[in-house]
């Protein structure tokens, strides 16, 4: 990847901010494609292959929630938010739709280079290993051998039930991603009915002190959401 240019795609509807950011990510030899509205960006992220996209909350035409969530049905390109709301229900907002990472406006150029490279490399790690062993799952703290259903925390084993192992799985499957205790019933144990929300925390709670044991920052990779469900987080709270 050192030697390898990669693509870019910037949107935000003001023009000052996108040559910013032009003229920084070009520095490190990012090749960088522009677009000032929703659709415009929409359209090219899906007739081209890039990298990684810069995507501003509140755009014309379509906001950046809406072209995550379209990108999202038929591609996996990393999405950095960037918006002038730092609410937590945005930011919600955007990991929901399927943003890898968020900044909040006003934010240091620098910043969101380092930021950029942070998620391109690890992107970068994760395609390695899925073209290596299709079967194996590795985040910043927690690898699943999915062939062998073997599952090691900060390189340390970690012995689950079957549904404890099938819980992590899906939420790690899905980095970033929200899911409410319904779709994890019904996702994981195959309910076909809503069962007893407490199933889902009784787990969740047994995964993490089974985690816990192993690496506290493994854990902490299992997130509450408060009102919403849980997540899995790309990346440990302490590596942020």
Known sequence: MENEILN???????????RLLKMYLEKENYNITEADDGEKALNLALENDYDLILLDL????????????KLREYKNTPIMMLTAKGEEGNRIQGFEAGADDYIVKPFS???VVL????????????????????????TSNI???NQSHRVLADGKPVNLTPKEYDLLLYLIQSPNQ?????????????????GDLRTVDTHIKRLREKLTKQSEAAAKMIVT???????????SEEKK
């Not at 870019?8 to 996108?18: A, P």
């Not at 408060?226 to 990346?235: A, E, T, V």
Request: hydrophobic letters at 40%; a negative charge.
């Open 225 to 235: 959401v408060w009102g919403l469900g849980y997540k899995f987080n790309s990346y």
């Open 178 to 194: 929200i899911f409410g205790r319904e779709q994890l019933l019904r996702e994981v144990w195959k309910y076909e009915f809503f």
């Open 58 to 69: 509140m755009l014309p035409k379509m906001d950046g929630i809406e072209v995550a969530e």
């Open 8 to 18: 870019l795609l910037v949107v935000d509807d003001e023009e000052r901010i996108r």
């Open 143 to 145: 690898e699943i051998d």
């Open 109 to 111: 150029p620098r910043e």
């Open 115 to 138: 930021r950029v490279s942070a998620v391109l490399k690890r992107t970068h790690i994760e395609k390695e290993q899925e073209e290596i062993n299709p079967d194996l799952i590795v």
